[in-house]
């Protein structure tokens, strides 16, 4: 049973903080990247940021300088530290992890099931 499990979201204010956690659990024996996307109403399914292996990372040109994501290899989670948020943020973010190898399956995408960001006055 594998899944990703989200934490971390809420309602905010503009300007406030929010820390986004996601753990991959399962049985699974590796994975190339995890890091989140996020989905306003209306709006396409965006990259925010991700983590690969070799701690390169990727992040919208958005939110460059206001978020930080982070992972702890060993226990297959990722981290996404919110900061000066903006009511432009307001959003479901979704957990992604990548190239999930679990027995002889490889899954190209592995997502969380979202959670609500909320940032209003």
């Known amino acids: 049973q594998v899944q990703l499990v989200e934490s971390g979201g809420g309602l905010v204010q503009p300007g406030g903080s929010l820390r986004l956690s996601c753990a991959a659990s399962?049985?699974?024996?590796?994975?190339?990247?995890m890091g989140w996307y996020r989905q306003a109403p209306g709006k396409q399914r965006e990259l925010v940021a991700v983590m690969w292996r070799s701690d390169w990372t990727t992040y919208a040109d958005a939110v460059k300088g206001r978020f930080t994501i982070s992972r702890d290899y060993a226990k297959n989670t990722v981290y996404l530290q919110m900061n000066d948020l903006k009511l432009q943020d307001t959003a479901v973010y979704y957990c992604?992890?990548?190239?999930?190898?679990?027995?002889?399956?490889?899954?190209?995408?592995?997502w969380g099931q979202g959670t609500q960001v909320t940032v209003s006055s």
């Open positions: 399962g049985s699974i024996f590796s994975l190339n990247a």
């Open positions: 992604d992890a990548k190239n999930v190898v679990v027995g002889t399956t490889t899954y190209a995408d592995l």
